[in-house]
């Protein structure tokens, strides 16, 4: 079927062979998520996911995903609109799509992974990295907490190094991340290193795919119980007045919440 353009705005995708790719395409904004991305990418594993045995998602090459959209969210409350945040449901389902879908999901990450991003990534069954890859939780530095990741988070590294990442809002980079085992592997040349896995598991059949992929996801339910008081712990936290006055500080004047003027 090859490029399918004009259909998502967000996204560049392209279906080839089993293997559907993915490439969120936002560069104003540094690949950042907001409603109507994470709407696209659902409408597209809709679409594709009964017959595609491979999803691949990958970013811009300095930006893979930068987490929550400020600028549109900060324009949205300056428009009065009564809940600023958009409903974290679709996007925490999306992801949950991404570890337990009918299909091999791979997350081809070059550039920054940050909040959001992290949670793209870590929701994913390969993680692909380039030397140039960093990831980062930055939400503590607002206010925020990243309530929706840390689940898909903790699943690849383990509670200590989530708990790392979420206190320091360091980022890690690529190597950090493989030897903590967010990345499965590093490699100069992380093209070659995608087709290299598309070539091997071109060869796995959908209906085996899809066996072991409920048999993975019935061995650990942790998703499933931690979707209610994630989607919680997201509203209260942008439910703050003060996080998003920071938030809205941080947009028009570039400071950060402890920043004087």
């Known amino acids: 079927m090859g490029q399918l353009n004009g259909t998502w705005p967000n996204l560049r995708v392209r279906l080839d062979d089993g293997v559907c790719r993915m490439q969120i395409d936002r560069p104003d904004t540094g690949n950042a998520i907001d409603a109507h991305l994470v709407g696209e990418m659902a409408d597209v594993l809709d679409r594709f996911e009964a017959t595609a045995?491979?999803?691949?998602?990958?970013?811009?090459?300095?930006?893979?995903?930068?987490?929550?959209?400020f600028a549109q969210l900060d324009a949205r409350r300056a428009g009065g609109a009564p809940l600023a945040a958009p409903d974290p449901a679709p996007l925490y389902d999306l992801w949950r799509r991404l570890a337990d879908g009918p299909y091999i999901s791979i997350?081809?990450?070059?550039?920054?992974?940050?909040?959001?991003?992290?949670?793209?990534?870590?929701?994913?069954?390969?993680?692909?990295?380039?030397?140039?890859a960093s990831f980062s939780l930055s939400e503590l530095l607002f206010g925020l907490m990243p309530a929706c990741v840390l689940p898909f988070l903790i699943r690849r590294v383990g509670f200590a190094k989530a708990h790392y990442m979420t206190l320091t809002t360091q980022p890690v980079d690529a190597r950090q991340a493989r030897d903590w085992g967010l990345v499965d592997v590093c490699d100069a040349n992380s093209d070659d290193l995608l087709r290299r896995h598309l070539l091997r598991l071109r060869h796995l059949q959908k209906d085996a795919i899809v066996r072991y992929k409920r048999y993975a996801a019935s061995l650990d339910d942790s998703l499933a119980k931690s979707r209610a008081p994630a989607l919680a712990a997201n509203v209260e936290v942008f439910?703050?007045?003060?996080?998003?006055?920071g938030i809205s500080r941080f947009v028009n004047a570039g400071r950060l919440p402890w920043e004087r003027d």
Not at 110 to 121: L, M, T, W
């Open 239 to 245: 439910g703050d007045a003060a996080n998003l006055d």
């Open 107 to 132: 997350a081809h990450v070059q550039g920054r992974a940050n909040a959001g991003g992290v949670g793209f990534a870590a929701a994913c069954n390969v993680v692909l990295a380039a030397p140039t």
């Open 53 to 69: 045995r491979i999803v691949v998602l990958e970013g811009l090459p300095d930006a893979f995903c930068v987490g929550m959209d």
